[in-house]
């Protein structure tokens, strides 16, 4: 993890339709996966970047799966956006260093490979989105302890509050309260990472109850978090390092 994203490396597991609040780089490490979403036709590939809320379900016939959750603050959306060489904006397929993304996937545990990965699979950029977003953005990332309003963050950004929900998902792609609940999951999984039990965590980073964080980790990621605990998943915090 680093501010605002997050990489996974492990088991494919078998997730329900979802729709994640960042944009989402899959790849399929052994073999091709197929992405469902309503209205398209059922898409094969090997690597796929899912758009913010896209409701979808992606079915792996690979043993291994890479997840990649890019921050819409950043420029490293924009960039993955344009290495896919096929697809639309809501659902890009076939990145163009498809093949060195799976033959360098990140090894498990190691910060810095993770780190080259992600230079490779979306580099960073000249920021190019409003600066006053990317600096609301990075505050909802610094302040997750507490629940900042929109109506705060318009105000410290010189903006009536309307218009900062609609400069929000213009700028980054995703709604202003999908990317809140967003850095509340990463704050978990910061929490998760020094040990803390998840019920303590999910009460830290803002969710009303262990219920409340369950259901919303459900709708964003297609399973329940007990689940992929047992799957023996270690979470590691880059920024700790």
Do not use: K
């Not at 890009?92 to 190691?110: C, F, K, Q, T, V």
């Amino acid at each position: 993890m680093w501010p605002g994203q997050a990489i996974y490396n492990g088991p494919a597991l078998d997730l329900r339709a979802h729709s994640g609040s960042v944009a989402c780089l899959a790849i399929g490490l052994d073999d091709v996966f197929t992405v469902q979403t309503q209205g398209r036709p059922v898409q094969a590939a090997r690597s796929a970047l899912i758009a913010p809320r896209l409701t979808h379900r992606l079915v792996a016939q690979s043993r291994r799966m890479l997840f990649c959750y890019l921050d819409p603050s950043s420029s490293r959306t924009l960039a993955c956006e344009r290495r896919m060489t096929s697809g639309d904006s809501g659902l890009g397929l076939a990145h163009r260093e498809e093949r060195l993304l799976i033959r360098h996937a990140p090894r498990p545990g190691s910060v810095a490979s993770a780190s080259s990965w992600l230079d490779l699979a979306a580099p960073p950029a000249p920021v190019q989105i409003d600066a006053r977003i990317r600096d609301a953005a990075a505050r909802l990332r610094a302040e997750v302890h507490r629940t900042v309003s929109a109506e705060e963050l318009a105000a410290g950004c010189g903006l009536s509050t309307s218009r900062f929900l609609h400069l929000f998902p213009a700028h980054t792609g995703t709604s202003f309260r999908r990317y809140r609940l967003w850095t509340r999951m990463l704050r978990v999984a910061e929490l998760t990472a020094e040990r803390r039990d998840l019920t303590t965590a999910a009460t830290d980073a803002g969710f009303a109850s262990p219920s409340h964080f369950s259901e919303a980790f459900h709708r964003m990621f297609g399973l329940q978090p007990s689940r992929l605990l047992a799957a023996g998943v270690t979470i590691i915090d880059a920024t700790a390092t």
